[in-house]
Nanobody
Framework: QVQLVESGGGLVQPGGSLRLSCAAS????????MGWYRQIPGKQRELVAF???????NYADSVKGRFTISRDSAKNTVYLQMNSLKPEDTAVYSC???????????????WGPGTQVTVSS
C-alpha cells in the first residue's frame, strides 16, 4: 500500500504563484515516476507534468514555461512550482506515483486525494 498526500493548494490571484507538494509513504522499494494531473468538474483529468526517476520532466503545452516539476527521491516527494497562474489553471490537482513495493517487488500506481487550486481576483 502506498499513500500519497498533497499540500499547498489554495486561492491565488492571476499572475500569482503556488507550490504544491506530494509525499508518498508505504513499503516503497522505488518510485519510477511521479506526476501531477488536474481535473475541472465535468471535464476529463489531464496530465500537467511528470518526472522520472532519472529526472526527466515532461509538461503539458498549456503549462510549459510557467510550471516546474521537481522531486526529492530521498523523501519520496514531488513538487510543482506554479508561476504566472491563470484563471484557467483552476482545478483539483492530484498527485500520481508508480513504482514497486514490498518484498515481492510488485508494481503499484497510486493517487492522492487532490488539492484545490483556485485562480481568481
Amino acid at each position: 500500500q502506498v499513500q500519497l498526500v498533497e499540500s499547498g493548494g489554495g486561492l491565488v490571484q492571476p499572475g500569482g504563484s503556488l507550490r504544491l507538494s506530494c509525499a508518498a509513504s508505504g513499503s516503497i522499494l522505488y518510485i519510477s515516476a511521479m506526476g501531477w494531473y488536474r481535473q475541472i468538474p465535468g471535464k476529463q483529468r489531464e496530465l500537467v507534468a511528470f518526472i522520472t526517476s532519472g529526472g526527466t520532466a515532461n509538461y503539458a503545452d498549456s503549462v510549459k514555461g510557467r510550471f516546474t516539476i521537481s522531486r526529492d527521491s530521498a523523501k519520496n516527494t514531488v513538487y510543482l512550482q506554479m508561476n504566472s497562474l491563470k484563471p484557467e489553471d483552476t482545478a483539483v490537482y492530484s498527485c500520481n506515483a508508480e513504482g514497486r513495493v514490498g518484498s515481492d517487488r510488485r508494481t503499484f500506481r497510486s493517487w492522492g486525494p487532490g488539492t484545490q487550486v483556485t485562480v481568481s481576483s
